[in-house]
């Protein structure tokens, strides 16, 4: 039985962890209860546990604070999604205690946990109960009582993933749309498939064996300087030469623990250490301002073969002239998803438009780079998608940039957003301003139940139009028309003047203005416009204002 986890066993974990919620993640996004595509929660969790577990294995060290570093970085800069933001907060508070240390007990790993969970809770404004939250606060609970008890580490993950799941099952009585829809949380489920991932490794169930992506395979592409490092600040240069060579034909001397000292020694002269192969080959990668002592080195193990030293502060001093310019005062991000909606903020001098939106979420690294390509010094976010703004503010954190998110949770927030952008005003008087504009706006969308359910007092079959607002489904039916009709009706009041649907790729343009003009002639006192959006899953996006 196990009594301790050392790094190289942890490091297992981790990606067996990845794997595991990269097989299961078709199931955890069929329990999102909301009958509407965007049943996206396994693979947020799967995506963002790829981002870390692709950190991690590109790891030089098997210390522990080192991964602990390398998953902390890979989850923020991965995270997707709200599921995929407070799993990336969860493994935080872990590898904040756990780095501590340089190995894990039942009672070290217990107060990672409660760590993990303290963070989660934080990260998200308004928590609710019957979560991925509560899922974790009650492994948390669990693992401190055990781990009073049981040392052996097994014993004690296997006490707190029973834990988690007898939590697990009362998530529907805590939230009463999991009751309805006949299921338990989404999130909780993911979070436990990872921590399966964990425990099979340490009862010898799980070969840990995966491949992150594509370009990794040919030509050793994730050998490619732009993966391990940013050019963009001179700076940050501290070594200045990137060195990879392969070591062949290795004397016969040349043992597995040699080749690790050769790591360590690296190590001491430079950073961005890849030693990865066995004594058949050695392919490495470092940046040092010393390369012909890593040569010297490596001759001690073998042959030296395709050497390659680039001087990366030329390279930078290069890519520099080519980018410099001014600061301009303010940038504008919008994420949105749909051809038409792409240009309708381009038209409104919105820098740049991130494709997403329901079933798309960009991570937090996919926002923050979007930041730093648009030369100004404050940059405001349009998340609009509530499932994103979590990610949004994730973003923070990893951009050079003063990011300013404005939370608009639909595509008419997010318009009205920039229209009351006023670049002769202060960042604080802009974002007060797009704040105050974004709650004028009524948004209500059209699409389709993905699947038969009952919810806001509608049973709902397959296939069903619905009509919702910002809150709630209000309508239902066979045809788009009506369905809309229905939606502007139950939206509209006498403070309504302005009356907008933005029409998807599944609507032809006849269509929208047949509905606009009945629209128009039953509110006589509203301006009725229709604009191509070509967004995909929603029939219309409607504003009232």
Known sequence: MTKTISGAILRKMILNGAKLIDLYKEHVDSLNVFPVPDGDTGTNMSLT????????????????????????????????????????????????VLAKEKEITAKLFAKSLASGTEIAYKAVTKPKEGTILTVVRAMGESAVKTAKKSTEMEEFLARVLEAGEEMLKQTPEMLPVLKKAGVIDAGGRGLLIIFKGFYNVLVGQEEVSLSFDDSAKAGDAKFDEAAHFDFTDLAEIEFSYCTEFFVINLKKKTTEADIDRFRESLMNIGDCVLVIGDLSMVKVHVHTNEPGVALTYALELGEIDKIKIENMLEQNRALIGQRKEELKPYGLVSVCA?????????????????????????????????????????????????????????????????????????????????????????????????????????AGMVTYAVRSTQVDNFDLKEGDIIGMDQKSIVAKGSEVEKVTAELVDKMMDNSVSNITLYFGNNVKEEEAEEIAGKLSRKYSRCDVDIHFGGQPLYYYIVSLE
């Open 49 to 96: 546990m790829m981002s870390a577990a692709k950190e991690v294995g590109n790891c030089p060290s098997n210390n522990i604070d080192a991964l602990c570093d390398a998953l902390g970085k890979g989850a923020l800069r991965g995270a997707r999604g709200n599921s995929g933001v407070i799993l990336s907060q969860i493994l935080k508070g872990m590898c904040n």
């Open 338 to 442: 749909g051809e038409g909606l792409t240009h309708i903020f381009k038209d409104l001098l919105v820098d740049h438009v991130i494709e997403g939106g329901q079933t798309m979420n960009p991570s937090a690294e996919d926002i923050a780079v979007a930041c730093d390509k648009i030369p100004a010094k404050d940059v405001f976010v349009f998340p609009n998608n509530k499932n994103i703004i979590l990610a949004a503010e994730q973003a923070k954190v990893l951009s050079k940039r003063n990011i300013h998110i404005i939370p608009t949770k639909n595509v008419p927030q997010g318009l009205s957003g920039v229209l009351a952008f006023n670049p002769d005003d202060t960042p604080e008087k802009n974002e007060k301003n797009m704040n105050e504009a974004i709650t004028a706006i009524r």
